[in-house]
Nanobody, 119 residues
Framework: QVQLVESGGGSVQTGGSLRLSCVAS????????MGWYRQAPGKQRELVAT???????NYADSVKGRFAISRDNAKKSVYLQMSSLKPEDTAVYFC?????????????WGQGTQVTVSS
């Protein structure tokens, strides 16, 4: 069974930086697409960034040029470096693993970590 544990959230001022980490347990980390999503109060969960097994990355337009996703397969970890943070980045950030097995996709989620950006 896959488990994802996030860390690194916190409170920063506008323009600050944070680095989120997510460690996975269970098999197949290196074969799967990993991602970060976020959910602000009263809003739907949205994609922030993804990184494939081949290290291709994709970003939401709102974070391009400010956030960087990376992965370390040996450590079964994925990271989100966030810079030039804005108040609208305030949300709970979730780590995601999209696993393809048995002909279907399964999503696994972490418990989330709070990021608060004050003006």
């Amino acid at each position: 069974q896959v488990q994802l544990v996030e860390s690194g959230g916190g409170s920063v001022q506008t323009g600050g930086s944070l680095r989120l980490s997510c460690v996975a347990s269970g098999g197949g980390f290196g074969l799967n697409t990993m991602g970060w999503y976020r959910q602000a109060p009263g809003k739907q969960r949205e994609l922030v960034a993804t990184i494939t097994a081949g290290f291709s990355t994709n970003y939401a337009d709102s974070v391009k040029g400010r956030f960087a996703i990376s992965r370390d397969n040996a450590k079964k970890s994925v990271y989100l470096q966030m810079s030039s943070l804005k108040p609208e980045d305030t949300a709970v950030y979730f780590c995601n693993m999209a696993q393809f097995s048995g002909g279907r996709w399964t999503d696994y989620w972490g418990q989330g970590t709070q990021v608060t950006v004050s003006s």
